[in-house]
C-alpha cells in the first residue's frame, strides 16, 4: 500500500484489507511518502494496534508515487503481492484467499485481476463497472502495452518476479501499465470474474479533476517510456501509440494557441528524446522528418 495524503480515506483502506478471511499470514507493508496531513499519524497507530501485521515504511522526504512503490514493492517478502493505494479500498472479505487459491492452482499465470467499480470521495458509485468487456478476459503482455491494463487495485502477482526496475519507468506519474507489462513478461494475466475493490475518484488523486493538457502530456510519457523498454518487441505496437499522443498533444497546443510550446514538444519527443531509444541512426532520422513533414503540412508555425 502507498500512500501520500490520503487522510480521509487512509482509514478505510486498511479495514478492508484487515477484514479479508485467510488460512495463512499477511502483512502491510505501507509506504508513507511524507504527507502533509495526518495520513502519518493514522497509519502510525493503525501499526501501534497491528504491531505484527503491519511493516510502516516512512519516507524522511516525499519521493514520488513510482518511486515510492518501488521502495514498499521491494519490501514485500511474501509468496504474493496484492496492491492497494490508500485512498481506494477493497470491497470483498474473500478477495485475498479467492485470489491466492486460484495462483496457487494456476501456476501459469503470473497474475490474477478481478472487477471493480468507481466511487466518489463520499464512496457514492460513481460507475458500476470499472472494466469494460475487452479487458474481462484474461490478459497478455501485448495486450497490456497496447492499452488493456488489469486494474492494479485489485491485482494479486507472484512477489520475486520483477527483479530489476528500468530507468524509464521512473520518468512516468503512474507506473501501472508499465509494472503490469514487466509482469507479464512472466505469464499471462488472469481473470477471476468478481468485484472485490472500489477505485475512488478525488481531487487529490493522480489523474482526477486534473487539466486536460496534463493528462496528455503524461500519457505521451507513459507510453514513451513503453518504447524505451520495448522498442525491440514491440516497436510495431508503440510506435503508432506514441505518434498518436504526441500529435494529440500538439493538437492541444495548436487548437489553444500555444505555439511556443508547440514547438518546445516538437524539439524535445522528435529530436532529443529519440536519442535513448534503442533505434538505428537511419530509424531516428526518419522518425523525426517524418514528424517534421506533417508539421510544415499542417503549416502549425505559420499560424499567426
Known amino acids: 500500500m502507498i500512500s501520500y495524503n490520503h487522510e480521509k ?148 502477482f507472484r512477489n520475486n518476479t520483477v527483479k530489476n526496475i528500468p530507468d524509464a519507468y521512473y520518468t512516468v506519474i503512474n507506473g501501472d501499465i508499465l509494472f503490469c507489462s514487466m509482469l507479464a513478461e512472466y505469464g499471462d494475466a488472469a481473470y477471476i470474474d468478481k468485484y472485490t475493490a472500489s477505485y475512488r475518484i478525488h481531487g487529490g488523486g493522480i489523474w482526477s479533476h486534473q487539466p486536460e493538457q496534463y493528462i496528455k502530456k503524461n500519457l505521451l510519457k507513459t507510453w514513451t517510456a513503453l518504447l524505451n523498454i520495448y522498442s525491440r518487441k514491440y516497436q510495431y505496437i508503440l510506435m503508432p501509440i506514441v505518434r498518436g499522443y504526441y500529435f494529440t498533444l500538439m493538437e492541444y497546443y495548436k487548437e489553444n494557441n500555444m505555439i511556443s510550446k508547440y514547438v518546445m514538444t516538437f524539439f524535445y519527443y522528435a529530436f532529443n528524446d529519440i536519442r535513448y531509444r534503442e533505434f538505428s541512426f537511419v530509424c531516428k532520422t526518419r522518425y523525426f522528418f517524418d514528424n517534421l513533414l506533417v508539421i510544415l503540412r499542417n503549416k502549425v508555425l505559420l499560424r499567426s
Open 9 to 156: 480515506y487512509i482509514a478505510r483502506a486498511l479495514n478492508s484489507v484487515l477484514m479479508q478471511k485467510v488460512d495463512f499470514e499477511y502483512e502491510i507493508v505501507i509506504g508513507e511518502d511524507c504527507s502533509t496531513d495526518k495520513t502519518r499519524e493514522i497509519v502510525s497507530e493503525y501499526k501501534n494496534l497491528y504491531p505484527g501485521k503491519i511493516k510502516l515504511l516512512l519516507n524522511d522526504l516525499n519521493i514520488g508515487a513510482v518511486r515510492n512503490f518501488v521502495v514498499t514493492y521491494e519490501a514485500c517478502v511474501g509468496e504474493y503481492i496484492a496492491t492497494l493505494e490508500g485512498d481506494d479500498y477493497w470491497t470483498s472479505p474473500d478477495k485475498l484467499q479467492e485470489q491466492v487459491n486460484f495462483m496457487e492452482n494456476h501456476p501459469a499465470f503470473v497474475m490474477c485481476f478481478t472487477n471493480s467499480n468507481i466511487v466518489d470521495e463520499h464512496d457514492n458509485i460513481v460507475k458500476e463497472d470499472r472494466l469494460g468487456e475487452d479487458r474481462k478476459k484474461n490478459i497478455t503482455q501485448i495486450e497490456i502495452v497496447s492499452g488493456l491494463v488489469p486494474p492494479i487495485n485489485t491485482l494479486v
